[in-house]
């Protein structure tokens, strides 16, 4: 049975943009069988990585914090896909995932050794074999306003040898909880998350049919501008902006 392990790095947690999208994947992932973890930096107690080094030179593979990444550090390395979600914070993943991720150093080796043309630290024999999936939201209306995320988590995926299996990504995702509140028609991104979730554990993978439909826009940028400033506009009182 796959290991699912989903980090949910949203400060807004279960009641966020990002969790829309996330529970629909998990749920597909558990509809196909998959074993389902998921925990939430926001709600673990994580320190920030004294960059000390401590884990490479003084207690190979031990972390000087003792604190909730002892236990996730386990989970993660018996899992066999790691779920990264997190909303876009100024262009790439928020603080609390940084910091999650920042603290996976003690599962890197110091040696160097050179993989698909880059140098890369040496990992433990067996990651190749897993995965990395991002799911994440923005609120800006265009796409490539989760181009350095997917960069970024794509690079870590790759430093951990894992394969990087895709991204179910949602530009405007205020829209998708706006449109879902006042009534609009949003299942089939959803659905096609829940379908991306299935493909994932049946095949190891998640086909570009699917994720575009996660990612598909759902009005032109010009309806985007007017509905999101109108809704400003009703809450503020006043033109936004101003
Ligand atoms: C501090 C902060 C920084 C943000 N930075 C960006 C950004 O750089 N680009 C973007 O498109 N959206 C940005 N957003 C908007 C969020 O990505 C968007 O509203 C997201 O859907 C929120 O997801 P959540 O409800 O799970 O937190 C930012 C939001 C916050 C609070």
Same mark, same amino acid.
């Given at each position: 049975?796959?290991?699912?392990?989903?980090?949910?790095?949203?400060?807004?947690? !279960?009641?966020?943009?990002?969790?829309?999208?996330?529970?629909?994947?998990?749920?597909?992932?558990?509809?196909?069988?998959?074993?389902?973890?998921?925990?939430?930096?926001?709600?673990?107690?994580?320190?920030?990585?004294?960059?000390?080094?401590?884990?490479?030179?003084?207690?190979?593979?031990?972390?000087?914090?003792?604190?909730?990444?002892? !236990?996730?550090?386990?989970?993660?390395?018996?899992?066999?896909?790691?779920? +990264?979600?997190?909303p876009v914070h100024?262009?790439?993943?928020?603080?609390?995932?940084?910091?999650?991720?920042?603290?996976?150093?003690?599962?890197?080796?110091?040696?160097?050794?050179?993989?698909?043309?880059?140098?890369?630290?040496?990992?433990?024999?067996?990651? !190749?074999?897993? +995965?990395?999936?991002?799911?994440?939201?923005?609120?800006?209306y265009e796409e490539?306003?989760?181009?350095?995320?997917?960069?970024?988590?794509?690079?870590?995926?790759?430093?951990?040898?894992?394969?990087?299996?895709?991204?179910?990504?949602?530009?405007?995702?205020?829209?998708?909880?706006?449109?879902?509140?006042?009534?609009?028609?949003?299942?089939?991104?959803?659905?096609?998350?829940?379908?991306?979730?299935? !493909?994932?554990?049946?095949?190891?993978?998640?086909?570009?049919?699917?994720?575009?439909?996660?990612?598909?826009?759902?009005?032109?940028?010009?309806?985007?501008?007017?509905?999101?400033?109108?809704?400003?506009?009703?809450?503020?009182?006043?033109?936004?902006?101003?």
């Open positions: 049975m796959t290991k699912i392990l989903a980090i949910d790095g949203s400060p807004s947690g !279960e009641k966020g943009n990002t969790a829309l999208l996330l529970d629909r994947f998990l749920a597909g992932t558990a509809d196909a069988g998959a074993d389902v973890q998921r925990v939430s930096a926001y709600k673990m107690r994580v320190e920030w990585c004294s960059s000390r080094m401590r884990c490479w030179y003084s207690t190979p593979g031990v972390c000087i914090h003792k604190d909730d990444m002892l !236990e996730l550090l386990d989970r993660m390395v018996d899992a066999d896909c790691w779920v +990264l979600s997190t100024v262009g790439g993943m928020t603080e609390g995932m940084v910091r999650v991720m920042e603290r996976t150093m003690p599962l890197l080796s110091p040696y160097f050794e050179v993989r698909d043309g880059r140098t890369r630290h040496v990992v433990a024999p067996g990651a !190749e074999q897993k +995965l990395t999936v991002l799911v994440s939201t923005c609120g800006l490539a306003a989760l181009g350095p995320l997917v960069s970024q988590v794509a690079d870590f995926s790759q430093s951990h040898n894992r394969r990087f299996a895709g991204a179910l990504l949602r530009p405007h995702g205020l829209a998708l909880k706006f449109m879902q509140a006042n009534g609009y028609d949003v299942d089939d991104v959803l659905n096609a998350a829940h379908a991306a979730g299935m !493909e994932l554990v049946r095949t190891g993978t998640m086909s570009e049919d699917t994720l575009r439909k996660v990612r598909k826009p759902l009005m032109t940028q010009d309806e985007f501008v007017q509905m999101m400033n109108s809704a400003f506009d009703r809450r503020l009182g006043c033109q936004a902006g101003r």
